[in-house]
């Protein structure tokens, strides 16, 4: 299984980013995205299960974010706007077989790299 994460960058305040991740591999059935910032424990942005295309995110990340995903690609977005200073970290894209649990980043096995996303007042 093989991740690639890009698209982040330095943005100010209420600006917008596409993130992309390109995942390769076989029963990936759910792609998640999640975030660290320095001193931080890792966090969950959002998923997306594709069987039913479900998704979901947590509170921070409603009406801001919105993943999507082209299976045929084998690529996941996540569009982020209104972006805000607290938003700032390291964004990663996971991977699982799983359907169930998906906002606990043990339930993800693969991992990218990571793209930073820096957002300044």
């Known amino acids: 299984v093989q991740l690639q994460a890009s698209g982040g960058g330095s943005v100010q305040a209420g600006d917008s980013l596409r993130l992309s991740c390109v995942a390769n591999?076989?029963?990936?059935?759910?792609i998640g995205w999640f975030r660290q910032a320095p001193g931080k424990e890792r966090e969950f942005v959002a998923f997306?299960?594709?069987?039913?295309?479900?998704?979901d995110y947590p509170d921070s990340a409603k009406g801001r974010f919105t993943i999507s995903g082209d299976n045929a690609k084998s690529t996941v977005y996540l569009q982020m706007n209104s972006l805000r200073p607290e938003d700032t970290a390291l964004y990663y894209c996971?991977?699982?077989?799983?359907?169930?649990?998906?906002?606990?980043?043990?339930?993800?096995?693969?991992w990218g790299q990571g793209t930073q996303v820096t957002v300044s007042s």
């Open positions: 997306l299960r594709w069987r039913g295309y479900i998704t």
């Open positions: 591999g076989r029963s990936l059935r759910t």
């Open positions: 996971a991977a699982s077989p799983r359907e169930l649990g998906l906002t606990a980043t043990t339930s993800y096995p693969y």
